[in-house]
């Protein structure tokens, strides 16, 4: 079993900052990788990046692409997702996710995620 937990969120004008950080704790997988995903009110859950369990290849959304940043300091013990230039449209629930399967071209897609936070909320006011 993978606790996930997430943290950071809160309110901020456009144009911020804000940094995400999830704590896994729980059972080690060979080949994990990490995820963040986000819900804005009203719409589906989106992919937002990933991470592979060294750290070595990310992926991200091309919404995203160029303004997040997402890392790892403990391969896969602590994930963060560092955030600049948010715009309103990033408000959603942000939620960390752990796959067990390993690196893969669908590693965006929801459904090879086993394991997910409770989530946090950001808001970005304009």
């Known amino acids: 079993q993978v606790q996930l937990v997430e943290s950071g969120g809160g309110l901020v004008q456009a144009g911020g900052s804000l940094r995400l950080s999830c704590a896994r704790s729980?059972?080690?997988?060979?080949?994990?990788?990490m995820g963040w995903f986000r819900q804005a009110p009203g719409k589906e859950r989106e992919f937002v990046a990933a991470?592979?369990?060294?750290?070595?290849?990310?992926y991200y959304a091309d919404s995203v692409k160029d303004r997040f940043t997402i890392s790892t300091n403990n391969p896969l013990r602590m994930v963060y997702l560092q955030m600049n230039s948010l715009k309103p449209e990033d408000t959603a629930v942000y939620y960390c996710?752990?796959?067990?399967?390993?690196?893969?071209?669908?590693?965006?897609?929801?459904?090879?995620?086993?394991?997910w936070g409770q989530g946090t909320q950001v808001t970005v006011s304009s």
């Open positions: 996710a752990a796959e067990r399967s390993g690196w893969s071209r669908f590693i965006h897609l929801q459904s090879r995620y086993d394991d």
């Open positions: 729980g059972r080690t997988f060979g080949g994990l990788a």
């Open positions: 991470i592979n369990w060294s750290g070595g290849i990310t």
